[in-house]
């Protein structure tokens, strides 16, 4: 299973950051990422010449991939939602220390185990690989989805013009949680949950597609089909990859 950590982790980490629109345009941030998660997907064979010949070759292709990023007028926009102007230090300070607890606590209590455990964790194979699904599934697949949508985009606009405008990157954030569910279900096996996915999306825009807006519910569905169609996708390559069924 190393093949396969190897190859679609390194795919990953080259295409994680430039999916995330508040690291796409910090060039260095996004190339940090980028040699983060190559060296976490590179970990089992870091030694090896084959790693110190693809870890610069990824990091390399994301250099490529933000210079390209920088023309794309079209890519997803920031959810910034999640994080209204003079509140991010209410976030972010609890949350640090909640985690500089916790591993103080571990390491105190318990430093040779939790080191082992993380070790275990961080070589396993099958948890990257199921790591590095999710990622493609969620964010990855929120720019397939954009780009999918885009030619359809302006004719929403002209139909909608007259209509409330909508919360800024608030398609974001709502594609990034439809995916990652979508994926979550279909790899434990559960394909079936993806129906309340489904379901909850459906319902929060009923009234637009009751009013028979035509170009609307045909650019809901889609959107719709094509992130959760990608996400489905990656799922079921991932349960191949691990051994399983592609659908449960």
Request: proline share 5%; with cysteine; glycine share 10%.
């Amino acid at each position: 299973m190393e093949l396969e950590r190897v190859v679609i982790g390194l795919v990953t980490a080259a295409l994680l950051p430039y999916s995330i629109p508040m690291v796409r345009p910090r060039r260095a941030t996004a190339l940090v990422l980028t040699a983060g998660y190559a060296l976490y997907t590179l970990a089992p064979g870091m030694l090896s010449w084959a790693a110190l010949v693809l870890l610069p070759l990824c990091v390399g292709a994301s250099w490529l991939l933000g210079r390209l990023a920088k023309a794309d007028t079209n890519m997803q926009g920031s959810p910034r939602l999640f994080r209204p102007a003079g509140t991010a230090r209410f976030i972010y300070v609890p949350l640090a220390l909640a985690v500089l607890l916790a591993l103080a606590s571990g390491l105190l209590y318990g430093g040779a185990l939790l080191t082992r455990a993380t070790g275990e964790l961080i070589l396993d194979d099958s948890t990257a690989l199921v790591v590095s699904g999710l990622l493609v599934a969620t964010f990855v697949g929120g720019e397939v989805v954009t780009h999918t949508l885009h030619p359809f985009y302006a004719e929403l606009k002209k139909a909608e013009a007259e209509e409330m405008e909508p919360l800024r990157g608030a398609g974001t954030a709502i594609g990034w949680l439809e995916r990652s569910m979508t994926y979550a279900f279909a790899v434990a096996g559960q394909p079936e949950a993806v129906a309340v996915v489904v379901g909850i999306k459906a319902l929060a825009r009923f009234p637009e597609l009751k009013s028979n807006q035509k170009r609307f519910a045909e650019y809901f569905l889609i959107g719709s089909m094509s992130s959760i169609g990608f996400a489905l996708l990656v799922a079921a390559v991932v349960r191949v990859l691990l051994g399983e069924r592609a659908l449960g």
